[in-house]
């Protein structure tokens, strides 16, 4: 049975190769439970989130699609504190996750487990464990899934006590999950800039900006981005006409 102080150890054994705990801990966790891959997730008390770490492309495409979109597996356990998931994404779960699910398909992916991670009520964020053929976890996997979820909260909170003393201010985060959250902080501030140059609320701007990205088939980011630079203007008919 794997435990969560046999997978603190093992990736703190492999830590050598300069990868992060969080991006170590996920990979870790797809081998062990033979996953198509692993993706894990940050929240803070205000409801935003990022990606802080993913076994490879396939799960950090599906973490990033999901806050892309707003909906998806890994939302939904930190959101709820419970996990979540299907079993078989191809049948009926289009009413449940109906963007994430066909995009989940489309990358090879039938199944997703989400573990939430919390400590005493606190929502930390999610670890996403997604497979290429539809089924559920077994027996074994559902405990070992639990100790990696175990194992994920003690690496975050491991990464903020590392934190130098000098930098302990409020919200302050250590680097390996500080530039993700970055990041996304320049989506809500393009959803910010996008609800007063169109005259709408803050929930209207962000699904303009989701519509945009979806349209094109870009990245939240990058739409963010362009319109924080300037580069790309969006108004609200376009969701209309999308």
């Known amino acids: 049975m794997t435990t969560t102080t046999q997978i603190l150890a093992a990736i703190r054994a492999r830590h050598r190769d300069g990868k992060p705990l969080t991006d170590q801990l996920c990979i870790d966790c797809a081998q062990s439970l033979r996953l198509a891959g692993v993706g894990m997730t940050l929240t803070n008390a205000a409801g935003q989130q990022?990606?802080?770490?993913?076994?490879?492309?396939?799960?950090?495409?599906?973490?990033?699609?999901?806050?892309?979109?707003?909906?998806?597996?890994?939302?939904d356990a930190s959101r709820y504190d419970r996990t979540v998931g299907s079993d078989d994404l191809g049948d009926g779960v289009l009413l449940r996750w109906p963007a994430f699910a066909p995009a989940a398909l489309a990358a090879g992916i039938s199944a997703v487990t989400a573990v939430p991670l919390s400590v005493g009520g606190v929502r930390l964020g999610?670890?996403?464990?997604?497979?290429?053929?539809?089924?559920?976890?077994?027996?074994?996997?559902?405990?070992?899934?639990?100790?990696?979820?175990?194992?994920?909260?003690?690496?975050?909170?491991?990464?903020?006590?590392?934190?130098?003393?000098?930098?302990?201010?409020?919200?302050?985060?250590?680097?390996?999950?500080?530039?993700?959250?970055?990041?996304?902080?320049?989506?809500?501030?393009?959803?910010?800039?996008?609800?007063?140059?169109?005259?709408?609320?803050?929930?209207?701007?962000?699904?303009?900006?989701?519509?945009?990205?979806?349209?094109?088939?870009?990245?939240?980011?990058?739409?963010?981005?362009?319109v924080l630079a300037g580069r790309l203007r969006i108004h609200p008919e376009e969701s209309e006409d999308d």
Not at 157 to 170: G, T
Request: aromatic residues 4%.
């Open 50 to 75: 990022a990606v802080i770490g993913t076994s490879g492309a396939v799960a950090s495409r599906l973490e990033e699609i999901q806050f892309d979109l707003g909906e998806g597996p890994s939302l």
């Open 126 to 226: 999610s670890l996403s464990m997604y497979r290429s053929a539809p089924g559920a976890l077994d027996v074994q996997q559902q405990t070992a899934a639990q100790a990696y979820g175990g194992a994920a909260v003690v690496v975050l909170l491991h990464l903020q006590d590392r934190i130098p003393s000098v930098d302990l201010i409020r919200d302050a985060l250590h680097p390996d999950l500080g530039a993700p959250v970055a990041h996304r902080a320049e989506i809500h501030q393009a959803t910010g800039f996008l609800s007063v140059k169109a005259s709408v609320g803050m929930t209207e701007a962000l699904l303009l900006l989701r519509a945009h990205a979806f349209a094109a088939d870009r990245s939240l980011l990058d739409v963010a981005r362009d």
